[in-house]
């Protein structure tokens, strides 16, 4: 198991950035695909950012030249930056760990094991 907390959430203005973070813990020695999900109200959770063990990144195509995912393995931390904010980023957004490689480019909800509680990001 591992057990992921997110924090950077905030309510910005349309063209900020925002930094998201993800503290991992708990069996991080196992290789894992991470990504980055966001759920807006009465929307369906979608898959936005992915690293793979061998640090191959995957985007959403809205979010691709805007944000940017990155983990620091020494840290066990997981990280999203995000640039040029839109009203439409505005959600909920969740750090998740799958187990092994990233299955369906690790941007689908089904490819996570695990998941954090979530960070609010509003943008106005």
């Known amino acids: 198991h591992v057990q992921l907390v997110e924090s950077g959430g905030d309510s910005v203005q349309a063209g900020g950035s925002l930094r998201l973070s993800c503290a991992i813990s708990?069996?991080?020695?196992?290789?894992?695909?991470m990504g980055w999900f966001r759920q807006a109200p009465g929307k369906q959770r979608e898959g936005i950012a992915s690293?793979?063990?061998?640090?191959?990144?995957k985007y959403r195509d809205s979010v691709k030249g805007r944000f940017a995912i990155s983990k620091d393995n020494a840290k066990h931390s997981l990280s999203l930056q995000m640039d040029n904010l839109q009203p439409g980023d505005t959600a909920t957004y969740y750090c998740?760990?799958?187990?092994?490689?990233?299955?369906?480019?690790?941007?689908?909800?089904?490819?996570?094991?695990?998941w954090g509680r979530g960070t609010q990001v509003t943008v106005s």
């Open positions: 998740a760990a799958g187990i092994g490689i990233c299955v369906y480019d690790g941007l689908s909800v089904a490819a996570m094991d695990y």
């Open positions: 708990g069996n991080t020695d196992r290789r894992y695909c």
């Open positions: 690293v793979d063990a061998d640090g191959t990144t």
